[in-house]
């Protein structure tokens, strides 16, 4: 295991109705004045943001609004939220949303005290301070409500890329009331699992020796979500399924399951080049990309591999050679990926023709020579991954 330094100062208030301590909260944070932030319309229909302005409103925290944050969200919302904030001096964000919205929040807030432009803390020109973060989170997936992440793209380049940034960007609060989830529909629900499962697996997927406690919790964590995946999917309404699964994203990607690894990430480093030139759901990219790169990866770094089919999807290896038992695990994965509905070729996505070349070109371009740490990935080896997303 190697040396490490955790801190995860987030204030998580989970349950019911705990909406409605919003405005307690910001104020117990420093906020004086919310620019309140959300995406294309859903908390508005379902009454979510009326609740959240009368917190605000008891509480005597003053605020302004930004909506139509889109999925994917681009640098030019992030520009007009930070001249809003600017001009009506607010002094706290409080994206109520999922990941979309709440990262297009944090870039907006290191943004705002900055003199330059907030894309070269993306450029990784310089290191952000920012104004404080609060959440109310209503698509468990991102895990951006418990993280120091943003992912943002450059529109005009198509560039997708993350900035991490902990020391600043963690949320200060994050409002999780499980019922706000009930009426996701059943693709987001599934993209949402998808996204948790992938920011556990970036992390497990190391050559770091002695992590026993690191790969353990990831293996619960990662059979707890395929349980209950289905049930929700099944039964919208599950209190206790959605609960148990909206804490699976919180802990997936705050941390937790990467301390003391080398984490990979070459999956998300290929999968945003896949949303940035064909602008498919995240989720549902990387539900395509991770399968392509354990087959990969079972040829060329099958240890983890074998350990992850076996802990995680019960593949008994008895009789088997490890490369069987590693493609044994991914045919299951795939199996339960086309449970939930979510594609696992670049065809049943909806990408005919993938210009295999310039993904490769682009990711290299925007992430180095290499990508990944599990096997370090040159132009070729990222060639052949995004070939075998073909199916």
Same mark, same amino acid.
């Given at each position: 295991?190697?040396?490490?330094?955790?801190?995860?100062?987030?204030?998580?208030?989970?349950?019911?109705?705990?909406?409605?301590?919003?405005?307690?909260?910001?104020?117990?944070? !420093? !906020? *004086?004045?919310? $620019?309140?932030?959300?995406?294309?319309?859903?908390?508005?229909?379902?009454?979510?943001?009326?609740?959240?302005?009368?917190?605000?409103?008891?509480?005597?925290?003053?605020?302004?609004? &930004?909506?139509?944050?889109?999925?994917?969200?681009?640098?030019?919302?992030?520009?007009?939220?930070?001249?809003?904030?600017?001009?009506?001096?607010?002094?706290?964000?409080?994206?109520?949303? !999922? #990941?979309?919205?709440?990262?297009?929040?944090?870039?907006?807030?290191?943004?705002? =005290?900055?003199?330059?432009?907030?894309?070269?803390?993306?450029? #990784?020109?310089?290191?952000?301070?920012?104004?404080?973060?609060?959440?109310?989170?209503?698509?468990?997936?991102?895990?951006?409500?418990?993280?120091?992440?943003?992912?943002?793209?450059?529109?005009?380049?198509?560039?997708?890329?993350?900035?991490?940034?902990?020391?600043?960007?963690?949320?200060?609060?994050?409002?999780?009331?499980?019922?706000?989830?009930?009426?996701?529909?059943?693709?987001?629900?599934?993209?949402?699992?998808?996204?948790?499962?992938?920011?556990?697996?970036?992390?497990?997927?190391?050559? *770091?020796?002695? /992590?026993?406690?690191?790969?353990?919790?990831?293996?619960?964590?990662?059979?707890?979500?395929?349980? $209950?995946?289905?049930?929700? &999917?099944?039964?919208?309404?599950?209190?206790?399924?959605?609960?148990?699964?909206? @804490?699976?994203?919180?802990?997936?990607?705050?941390?937790?399951?990467?301390?003391?690894?080398?984490?990979? @990430?070459?999956?998300?480093?290929?999968?945003?080049?896949?949303?940035?030139?064909?602008? %498919?759901?995240?989720?549902?990219?990387?539900?395509?990309?991770?399968?392509? @790169?354990?087959?990969?990866?079972?040829?060329?770094?099958?240890?983890? %591999?074998?350990?992850?089919?076996?802990?995680? @999807?019960?593949?008994?290896?008895?009789?088997?050679?490890?490369?069987?038992?590693?493609?044994?695990?991914?045919?299951?994965?795939?199996?339960?990926?086309?449970?939930?509905?979510?594609? *696992? *070729?670049?065809?049943?996505? !909806?990408?005919?023709?993938?210009?295999?070349?310039?993904?490769?070109?682009?990711?290299?371009?925007?992430? #180095? =020579? /290499?990508? #990944?740490?599990?096997? =370090?990935?040159?132009?070729?080896?990222?060639?052949?991954?995004?070939?075998?997303?073909?199916?």
């Amino acid at each position: 295991m190697e040396n490490f330094i955790f801190q995860s100062p987030t204030q998580f208030v989970f349950g019911r109705a705990t909406e409605e301590q919003v405005g307690a909260l910001v104020k117990a944070h !420093g !906020g *004086t004045k919310v $620019l309140l932030v959300y995406g294309q319309g859903s908390v508005v229909r379902s009454g979510l943001i009326d609740r959240v302005r009368r917190s605000l409103s008891k509480a005597e925290i003053p605020f302004v609004e &930004m909506g139509q944050v889109m999925p994917n969200p681009t640098d030019e919302k992030v520009y007009e939220g930070i001249d809003l904030c600017r001009r009506e001096g607010a002094d706290f964000l409080l994206p109520v949303g !999922g #990941g979309s919205v709440i990262d297009c929040a944090k870039a907006i807030a290191a943004g705002v =005290p900055y003199d330059g432009d907030f894309w070269d803390f993306f450029e #990784g020109k310089t290191i952000p301070t920012a104004l404080p973060v609060g959440v109310v989170l209503t698509i468990p997936a991102a895990g951006s409500e418990g993280s120091g992440n943003s992912v943002i793209t450059k529109a005009a380049l198509q560039k997708k890329i993350s900035i991490r940034a902990p020391h600043v960007l963690r949320p200060r609060f994050a409002v999780m009331n499980p019922e706000l989830t009930f009426t996701l529909p059943p693709y987001q629900t599934a993209c949402g699992v998808v996204d948790m499962m992938a920011h556990i697996q970036e992390r497990y997927f190391n050559n *770091t020796p002695a /992590t026993q406690v690191t790969d353990c919790l990831s293996e619960a964590l990662l059979r707890t979500i395929a349980e $209950l995946a289905p049930k929700v &999917m099944a039964v919208p309404d599950d209190y206790d399924a959605r609960a148990n699964l909206e @804490w699976c994203g919180t802990l997936a990607h705050n941390g937790l399951c990467g301390v003391g690894v080398a984490e990979d @990430w070459a999956s998300h480093a290929m999968e945003h080049e896949l949303s940035a030139l064909y602008g %498919v759901a995240h989720g549902a990219g990387l539900a395509v990309v991770f399968p392509a @790169w354990l087959t990969w990866m079972a040829h060329h770094n099958p240890r983890k %591999v074998k350990q992850w089919a076996e802990n995680v @999807w019960h593949v008994d290896s008895s009789g088997l050679t490890e490369l069987e038992t590693c493609l044994e695990g991914i045919s299951r994965y795939k199996d339960f990926l086309h449970s939930i509905g979510m594609p *696992t *070729t670049l065809g049943e996505l !909806g990408i005919e023709n993938p210009d295999i070349s310039l993904l490769s070109s682009r990711l290299h371009e925007h992430k #180095g =020579p /290499t990508v #990944g740490t599990y096997v =370090p990935l040159g132009p070729a080896d990222s060639r052949e991954i995004y070939q075998l997303a073909q199916g």
